[in-house]
């Protein structure tokens, strides 16, 4: 007997460092160089308990491949119902009908159940057939005893890593299909800026792009956590695994945080999903038009005389002082054009609510290197929250009458952008607005 506590002794301590099928194999091999049984499995009950799966089985000094087989009939079916099974010998008389213990030309059985954790469900079996009789058999029992809630363990942490394994897959997954529709909405976006590119000839593209990515910013930054979140904690699982240290609080609490790691991406990368959706950019490209060469008040003159139409309708008297004597500027005219128009049509949309006399001026002055273009109107003026969101994106103190918030920002990507000026306002409720738009005389410079 102290022969066999000393190799107890020695399987206990060669396991410490085992775990998934070579801590099956380890287990079985050592038991049965004590047991000497002609055939040691361990088995997996299916939901049903009606079936097994070997998950080792060793025949002699060799583990050999695993099977499955129904319970019916047999001794393992009593073993699943929680009972231990001993026959010293004859087993076959008792179960006649288990064709495979016949085959196997089994004398002696013996089996015990292994339960989960909790101690009250049969997950398993571990079973010792001889092909002759055995006498003493209690020890046997205990010795299945001792290990069952190892081996219980351990077909928990398995079950625990299949789990986790899938969730990861499934995780995975949704970040493909979150990733699939994030691109998608880009793409929807990218569509959406080329037909507003036609519509409204936008020159802003690095503006609206840049107040978009500040938009999502912070909820793709959220996602990017997560994602790195969900693979450090499979990095840990690893660890702990490879390491034989991972214990059924490591398995709950990792997957716990994966899950919560896998709201926070799916709620994070939804919002950045529909806050490009909500997005309608438009730009075109910063160079798209010629630099040419405009005799200014010329110039003027025509661009104002297109919208004396829009001017006169809303009743609102213009006002143009040109340069005392005209001056050739090289700049683009269409993106020029579309600055003058966007600040004229924001003041008739916005700037002459309940004003009895409306007026509306446009001011050229120059230096030597600049020319300034002021457009100043008598209108109702801005408070300081206005002035300070006047040039962001879909900004519009007139929200659902035809305004899309984005007159201004154009005005801003392109002074700022494709003509290489500057822009500047001022106002006060009541004093009405002035804008002040400094141009170099080449903009190519």
Request: hydrophobic share 40%.
């Amino acid at each position: 007997m102290q022969n066999v506590n000393e190799q107890i002794s020695n399987i206990i301590s060669n396991l410490k460092s085992s775990w998934g099928d070579d801590f099956y194999s380890h287990l079985l091999l050592q038991l049965n160089s004590v047991i000497k049984a002609d055939y040691l499995f361990i088995a997996k009950l299916n939901d049903a308990q009606d079936m097994s799966t070997t998950i080792c089985l060793v025949a002699g000094n060799e583990v050999v491949d695993n099977f499955s087989y129904d319970l019916l009939d047999t001794p393992c079916a009593d073993v699943s119902d929680d009972s231990v099974c001993v026959y010293q010998s004859g087993v076959c008389n008792f179960y006649p009908k288990d064709q495979l213990l016949v085959d196997m030309g089994i004398d002696a059985y013996i089996g015990t159940p292994i339960h989960e954790s909790s101690g009250n469900t049969v997950t398993g079996i571990i079973v010792a057939l001889y092909k002759n009789e055995i006498k003493d058999t209690d020890w046997i029992v205990n010795l299945f005893t001792l290990f069952s809630g190892r081996i219980s363990a351990e077909m928990e942490r398995q079950q625990k890593e299949k789990e986790l394994i899938a969730l990861n897959e499934e995780l995975e997954h949704i970040v493909e299909e979150r990733t699939k529709a994030l691109q998608a909405s880009v793409d929807n976006l990218k569509n959406t800026q080329k037909q507003l590119v036609e519509q409204e000839k936008m020159a802003s593209l690095g503006q609206l792009v840049a107040g978009v990515a500040h938009e999502i910013n912070t909820p793709l930054g959220v996602a990017v956590l997560c994602n790195s979140n969900i693979g450090e904690h499979a990095l840990e699982l690893k660890k702990k695994t490879d390491e034989g240290q991972l214990t059924k609080q490591d398995l709950i609490k990792i997957t716990d945080s994966i899950i919560k790691s896998h709201n926070a991406l799916t709620t994070n990368l939804d919002r950045a999903a529909d806050l490009i959706s909500d997005f309608k950019l438009v730009a075109v490209e910063r160079s798209s038009d010629d630099i040419i060469e405009i005799a200014l008040n010329k110039w003027f003159e025509t661009i104002l005389s297109s919208l004396k139409i829009l001017l006169r309708k809303a009743h609102i008297e213009l006002t143009f002082n040109k340069l005392p004597s005209d001056i050739v500027i090289k700049t683009i005219p269409s993106k020029l054009g579309q600055v003058v128009t966007n600040i004229v049509t924001n003041a008739i949309n916005h700037a002459f609510e309940e004003i009895k006399t409306p007026r509306l001026e446009v001011n050229l002055s120059n230096t030597p290197e600049k020319v300034l273009i002021e457009v100043k109107d008598n209108g109702v003026g801005m408070t300081e929250e206005m002035l300070k969101n006047i040039y962001e994106p879909f900004y519009t103190t007139k929200r659902g009458c035809g305004g899309t918030g984005l007159g201004l920002n154009i005005v801003y990507g392109i002074v700022n952008g494709a003509l290489n000026g500057e822009i500047s306002v001022s106002s006060s409720p009541g004093e009405g607005t002035s804008f002040v738009i400094s141009l170099p005389q080449d903009c190519s410079n």
